[in-house]
């Protein structure tokens, strides 16, 4: 079983930036590939980014050329840096371990307009 714990949501105005933190435990997490989902009110939970062990990295269309993941093993965390924020960004946002079934208790992310 993984622990997922995600941090660095809040309220930002449009063309803000944040940047999202999931901190992983319990797992090998250098063996995993991780992923970022939001799910807005409403609406069905979508994938945002994900990354393979490797730094393959793979974005929802939408957020291209904005949104960055990236992953520090040594520190079993991985980031999702928002760029260029919307308000329609707006959403809970959760980290998982691909496949692990495992999810993180999400953070608010708020994009005003």
């Known amino acids: 079983q993984v622990l997922l714990v995600e941090s660095g949501g809040g309220l930002v105005q449009a063309g803000g930036s944040l940047r999202l933190s999931c901190v992983a435990s319990?797992?090998?997490?250098?063996?995993?590939?991780m992923g970022w989902y939001r799910q807005a009110p409403g609406k069905q939970r979508e994938l945002v980014a994900a990354?393979?062990?490797?730094?393959?990295?793979n974005y929802l269309d939408s957020v291209k050329g904005r949104f960055t993941v990236s992953r520090d093993n040594a520190k079993k965390t991985v980031y999702l840096q928002m760029n260029s924020l919307k308000p329609e960004d707006t959403a809970v946002y959760y980290c998982?371990?691909?496949?692990?079934?495992?999810w993180g208790q999400g953070t608010q992310v708020t994009v005003s307009s």
């Open positions: 990354i393979t062990r490797g730094g393959i990295t």
């Open positions: 319990g797992s090998i997490f250098r063996l995993n590939a």
């Open positions: 998982t371990q691909m496949g692990s079934g495992s």
